[in-house]
């Protein structure tokens, strides 16, 4: 089991990476997977979310080869409250 901050680091890692893709080839800004590959490192294989909506994405990941994505990607300003932030799921599945 990996340790919440070698989970912190590679949250920053993901982050360094989608946001320094030009948008012509931007993991996150894809809607087919053409460009899930764009710069992946060697350890670890970025999964791209959204800034927004839905797609439906297919790509080839390496064998063997640790994967990684957040939970949320989104760029919000910093808002600092005493109650917690909520996020309602209006439908989630699983495989």
Not at 53 to 71: D, H, K, L, M, N
Request: charged share 20%.
């Amino acid at each position: 089991m990996r340790s919440a901050d070698e989970g912190g680091r590679l949250a920053a890692r993901w982050w360094q990476w989608a946001l320094s893709a030009p948008d012509a080839c931007s993991p996150v800004l894809d809607e087919t997977g053409e460009f899930a590959g764009w710069q992946q490192p060697d350890d670890v294989w970025f999964l791209a979310g959204t800034y927004g909506g839905r797609v439906v994405r297919r790509c080839s990941i390496p064998a063997g080869r640790p994967v990684f994505f957040p939970v949320f990607n989104t760029q919000r300003p910093a808002l600092f409250s005493s109650r917690p932030a909520v996020m309602h799921v209006a439908k989630a599945t699983g495989s």
